[in-house]
């Protein structure tokens, strides 16, 4: 009993009294939500003041809504900051990608993706005392392919006092020649005569013209062509002429006294039609360094050595060709240099080679062309 009375004695000093009988006066602790109570001693309903007093707590006391506010900045500014990273983060990267783009384009303009793979060869006229072919192997090197054609490549050169800004004629296609026969319309001035053949290019060498006597029919000359763009006669004397292998118009010019010509005649020669790429494996040089240019596709097509009127220009081609216009790591390229009958390299000049691809460093390729050299063969560049 006396543990009991210490108890309640003990509750009563910790329940502090909240609520007052408007009646009696008796004073008593509650936890009841209600609006109204029944106070314990005189069991009157009274009005339950602790309520009211709970709420004007609540609203006097502001350390609940500082806290709130205090969590409130605090995720804005997590949520600030964490946009700030990553905005930070992002232009980091960004900035490590476009200095990693810089880096390879700095690379591959410093470097370039050809070498030369093998030995270079000349060829040396009949005489023996120039060369009017020169032939450059080379390879991709550190890349899967390299673009070669006409628009990705271009190819300085200079032989002795000569050089040419750029001459690079393109990938070297394959010609496929055809025989044919036509009458032709003649015309002339004074004792020039002028004609145009259907079909072209005209395979050098091949042409051959058959006209009769204006006065006499049953009189025919021949005139042929001799592969280097001019005609001659063994029966009419010609003291001019030339014939364009590309366009197929030709003309010539008899000498005062030529007995005057009929306004056609018959035509016989080779023409050329474009293949693909030409591949080189297994050939002569002499097979295909003869270049022709095709002015209906704006190609050169490969041709034979002898009997061509050789131009200043540079072609590739590829072995092991795929097809395409690009040299791919298992192939191999032939860069072909011709030079005319007035550029030809003498004995002793200096050649300069410089092959400029797209985006990449210059290959320069130097070399003198020996000072002796076995008549109408090819001769390797050593050293």
Known sequence: MEKMEKIEKIEVKVRKTNIKCQKCGYEWYTRSKLRRVTCPSCGCKTPNTAIKRSMKRIITNKRAIIGLEAAIVLIAFVIIAAAFAFMVINQGLFATERGKTVIEQGLKQSSTPLIVDGTIFVRATPEGRAVNVIIIPLKAYGVKYVSIGKGYVSVTVKVGQKAWADIYGGVLYMSIQHNTTETIALTNSSTTYYGTLTNKPIVPGTFQLNVSDASTPTNYYLIVDNGQGTLSSSNLTITSSSIDYSTGTFNFTLSDGSPSLASSASAAYRYITEGDPYDPSGALFDDFVGIIYNNLTGHYCSGQYTGVE???????????????????????????????????????????????????????????????????SYVPILG
């Open 310 to 376: 050789h131009r200043t220009a540079v072609v590739m081609a590829i072995g092991n060709s795929n097809g395409d216009e690009a040299l791919d790591v298992s192939e191999k390229g032939y860069l072909i240099l011709t030079l005319a009958n007035n550029d030809i390299a003498s004995c002793r000049d200096q050649i300069t080679v410089e092959i400029r691809l797209e985006e990449s460093a210059t290959l320069s390729i130097e070399f003198r062309v020996p000072g002796s050299m076995p008549p109408n």
